[in-house]
């Protein structure tokens, strides 16, 4: 099973805490997502799942394998994928071009060998691109360039490209951000076909409450790198810490 298991982390910045003792699991098949003002620890925690950061204290499972023990590479190589909440695209490439630098991990130095002297690794690694252009709905928008195009399209780039290694896992952080109500639809329902179509877990952070309510299996709630609830949407959304958290003491008036 690829399960994702969160077991009391800690992390600390020169005296300041991240991550307070964090533990949670997202299941096989999961849309979990993770909210929280901002300074709660979301981002913190994803860069301890994918090696960018290492916790003081307490351990990341990703199918029975301790995370904690490998570089950010070998994580990528089990099948953890991540979109981040900076677009991270290469103006002056092609959409194409862009999408396939997120398949380097599934290419050997045979492979890199084959690309210099044939054209067949070529089309290979292009029909990767193209399957998931497709499945993303903008197959025509290969050959052109990433600079100049809307906001929408990169966003689709960035999903694309960590969608092109086949992952188990995808890490999507802020994925509507920048995004209008229509976009913002449409990314839900994409997020939903990645788990539903693809077979890929999913663990989100967002700030879009709207968004987070209508894709999630369940929702886990963190303030100042501290869980205030964890549980499916309308349990979490009437969690009295929760409310306060987010609409203060006069929530109710």
Do not use: W
């Amino acid at each position: 099973m690829a399960d994702l298991q969160i077991k009391n982390l800690h992390m600390h910045f020169s005296g300041v805490v991240a991550l307070n003792g964090v533990s949670f699991d997202v299941k096989e098949g999961e849309i979990f997502s993770l909210i929280g003002p901002n300074g709660s620890g979301k981002s913190t925690l994803f860069n301890c799942v994918n090696g960018f950061n290492k916790p003081q204290d307490g351990s990341i499972f990703f199918g029975g394998e301790n995370l904690l023990k490998k570089q950010p590479h070998q994580i990528l190589n089990k099948g953890i994928s991540r979109t981040f909440q900076n677009i991270q695209n290469v103006p002056y490439m092609t959409i194409l071009d862009n999408i396939l630098l997120g398949a380097h991990h599934r290419i050997d130095n045979k492979s890199t060998m084959k690309r210099l002297f044939t054209k067949e690794q070529r089309f290979v690694e292009e029909s990767m691109g193209l399957e998931i252009l497709d499945f993303l709905g903008i197959v025509n928008y290969e050959q052109k360039y990433m600079i100049g195009q809307p906001y929408g399209i990169q966003k689709l780039t960035e999903i694309a490209r960590a969608l092109i290694g086949k992952p188990k896992l995808v890490l999507m952080d802020e994925p509507a951000a920048g995004m209008n109500d229509q976009e913002t639809q449409e990314i839900a329902k994409i997020i939903t076909e990645i788990r539903d179509d693809l077979g890929i877990t999913v663990l989100v952070v967002e700030h879009d409450m709207s968004l987070v309510m209508s894709i999630s299996d369940r929702i886990c709630v963190l303030d100042s790198g501290n869980i205030l609830a964890i549980g499916e949407p309308e349990e979490v959304k009437n969690h009295p810490d929760v409310i306060k958290a987010f609409l203060g003491d006069s929530a109710d008036a």
